[in-house]
């Protein structure tokens, strides 16, 4: 079945460290994909997206993703994570040829991260 | 530009009881949508509208109508609320053309419904 998977439901990092969020799809050859934070209570705010082009993307808040078409997937990553992150991450992605109501989200990583 | 508005922010109802979602856009974005938010499940679509006029169903649909009112807004309706609508609603915009062209879409705060 088509889907988009965010394998990890919840990370705990370490203030300063290096980030990873996995997100993998099962859509056609080129997708448009996207990832969007969202804080407690809050609505979702677009960190970056991808349509074509440079495979790497760089987002806002130091944010960045590399689109890899051999292994369908579109990683988030972060070089040094700051208590503000603490966020719930969510994949999304709008299918090859998708219609406009085709975006498709994963579950969603719930970032949390200790002092 | 206040983006995506949502009204209310906050809503609790009893089983049976009808309200209506209130969402507005001040980008111009000719496509709108609704979703629903549910722990474990990410958000999925209820309906969208590609343009004034039109409105199609999303993944979820039963249980909820919307009308796209002009450019501006798209309005969600429960008609006979059910303990299983409880959840949080998004609308978003975004400027996905008439022919299908994808874009990215701008979120509301969101709208948290609880059925009793």
Known sequence: AQSVTQPDIHITVSEGASLELRCNYSYGATPYLFWYVQS?????????????????????????????????SFNLRKPSVHWSDAAEYFCAVIPDGGSQGNLIFGKG??????P | NAGVTQTPKFQV??????????????????????YRQDPGMGLRLIYYSASEGTTDKGEVPNGYNVSRLNKREFSLRLESAAPSQTSVYFCASSDAGLAGTADTQYFGPGTRLTVL
């Open chain 2, 13 to 34: 109802l009893k089983t049976g009881q009808s309200m209506t979602l209130q969402c507005a856009q001040d980008m111009n974005h000719n496509s709108m949508y609704w």
């Open chain 1, 109 to 114: 990583t719930k970032l949390s991260v200790k």
């Open chain 1, 40 to 72: 407690p209570g809050q609505g979702l705010q677009l960190l970056l997206k991808y349509f074509s082009g440079d495979t790497l993307v760089q987002g806002i808040k130091g944010f960045e993703a590399e689109f890899k078409r051999s292994q369908s």
